[in-house]
C-alpha cells in the first residue's frame, strides 16, 4: 500500500502556524564557528514570547481554552492537543521543517511513549517519499538525518559514545540543509543508564549523553506527554 501525503489540511497548519507564531519577532543569535552544532540562542525572558503566546491563543483557541502565561523557569513549554488519528506525526514533523526553514533551529529530540510507536515514527521520519513530500511539494528545501536511540548491549573493554547521540549532537548547522533529529522513547529518556553514564570516549567535549545533548539546545517534541 502507498503512502499518501496530503498537504493543507486546515487542522494540521493551525498546529504547525500555532508553533511557529510564538517565536515570530523573538531576537534569535544564530551560532556558528565552534558552535555549530547547537540551535539558535533566545532569551527566555523576552517580553514578545508573552505577546506572542497571547496572540496564538487569540487566534486558534475559544477563550476558555485560554491559559495565563508565565514566565519559564530554564525551558519554554508549548502544548499542542489533538485527537487521535487527526495526524500528529505528520504535525510535528512539518513543524521542525518550519522552524528550521523560519529560524534555522536545526536539532530536534522526538520523544514517544511506546515501542511500537517508536517504530512507526522512524519508519515516516526515514521514509524516501516522506522526505520529498516535504522537501519538494511542500518547498521546505531541507532534509532529515534521523538517528534513532537504542538499547546498548554491555561489552567489556572500552565503552564508547552512542553512535547515535554522537552523529546528532556532531552534526553542523553551517550545510544549511540538513536538519538532525534523534528519536528515542521515554524509557531510554528518562529511566535507562544509557544517557546519563559517563563513557570513555567523548563528542563535542562531553563524555556523558546528556551534556551533549544538552549543549546542542534542542527542541525537544514529546508525543503523548499524559
Known sequence: ??????????????????VAGV???????????????????????????????????????????????????????????????TGKTYVYAETIFRLHKLYRFNK???????????????????????ARHFKDACGYGAEIELGVLEPQKAKKGRRYFPGA??????????????????LTNMHLLTNAKLLKEEYDSEAIGCYRPFDALKKT???VIIDEPH
Not at 500500500?1 to 500555532?18: C, N, T
Not at 530536534?108 to 516522506?130: M, N, R
Not at 556532531?170 to 544549511?176: A, I, R, V
Request: hydrophobic content about 40%.
Open 108 to 130: 530536534f529530540v522526538v520523544v514517544v511513549p511506546t515501542l511500537p510507536i517508536k517504530e512507526g515514527a522512524k519508519q515516516f521520519l526515514s521514509d524516501p517519499y516522506v
Open 165 to 182: 547521540v554522537r552523529d546528532f549532537v556532531e552534526g553542523t548547522n553551517l550545510s544549511g540543509d540538513k536538519i538532525y533529529v534523534l
Open 217 to 219: 539546545r534542542p527542541i
Open 1 to 18: 500500500m502507498d503512502l499518501i501525503l496530503q498537504r493543507g489540511l486546515p487542522h494540521q497548519q493551525k498546529a504547525v502556524e500555532a
Open 23 to 85: 517565536f515570530a519577532d523573538v531576537p534569535l543569535t544564530q551560532t556558528g564557528g565552534a558552535y555549530s552544532y547547537a540551535n539558535p540562542k533566545f532569551s527566555l525572558l523576552d517580553s514578545r514570547l508573552a505577546v506572542n503566546v497571547a496572540a496564538v491563543q487569540a487566534k486558534y483557541l475559544r477563550e476558555d481554552e485560554r491559559s495565563r502565561y508565565s514566565k519559564p523557569e530554564g525551558f519554554l513549554n508549548l502544548d499542542v492537543k489533538m485527537e487521535t488519528g
